[in-house]
């Protein structure tokens, strides 16, 4: 059972030639790509210390402008031909930091405003994010493929950023918990047919 392209795969191949040029810039100017991903990750910290303080618009570009950022580590790798398992291992660790981060400032937001059912829903979203990433990772470890589902990391910030910046940090936290939910179980479901149709070869 073969995955579909996901909506980030799209994005990459629409981008190409743009995500090529400043990529290759970047790497004139001696910046490596794992400077790039750590450059992405300090960069949310920031947003996320915005959002934790409530100033949600400022927080939002903040992570706009670091998450375009993180974009280019990949294309930079794959332009100096070097890419590595490492460099993708910390790019990945990296990039569930950064979430991690940035629904932390969330959470310290909700908790500061004495807001119990936003606390819980952003932990659930955070969850949520967690997951989908893990098992397309536990997957992928046993051989199955798992790219499938409705909100990948890149949709998520779709709908957390445009959000913040009007102010909606609740309305975002709900729907990223839901959709993200929704999103493991479709992974789950994908990799639990790609086991059977594996025994049924066997058989």
């Given at each position: ?10 994005l ?129 470890g046993?051989g ?10 890149v ?49």
């Amino acid at each position: 059972m073969q995955s579909q392209p996901t909506f980030t795969d799209r994005l990459r191949t629409i981008f190409k030639k743009i995500l090529d040029s400043i990529g290759g810039f970047l790497n004139g100017l001696g910046l490596t790509p794992n400077s790039i991903t750590l450059l992405g990750l300090a960069g949310t910290t920031v947003g996320a210390w915005f959002i934790s303080q409530g100033k949600m618009t400022t927080g939002a570009f903040v992570l706009l402008a670091f998450v375009l950022v993180d974009a280019f580590d990949g294309t930079m790798a794959r332009l100096r031909g070097e890419p590595s398992d490492f460099g993708g291992f910390v790019d990945s660790v990296s990039d569930r930091y950064a979430e991690l981060i940035t629904f932390g400032g969330l959470l310290y937001h909700f908790l500061s405003h004495d807001d119990a059912l936003g606390a819980m829903v952003t932990f659930a979203a955070a969850s949520g994010s967690v997951l989908v990433s893990y098992v397309k990772a536990r997957a992928e470890g046993l051989g199955f493929t798992a790219k499938v589902g409705l909100l990948t990391r890149v949709e998520r910030y779709i709908v957390l950023i445009p959000l913040l910046v009007f102010n909606q940090p609740f309305i975002a936290v709900c729907v990223i918990a839901a959709l993200g939910n929704v999103t493991a179980l479709q992974r789950i479901f994908h990799v639990r047919a790609q086991g059977h149709e594996r025994m049924n070869a066997k058989g």
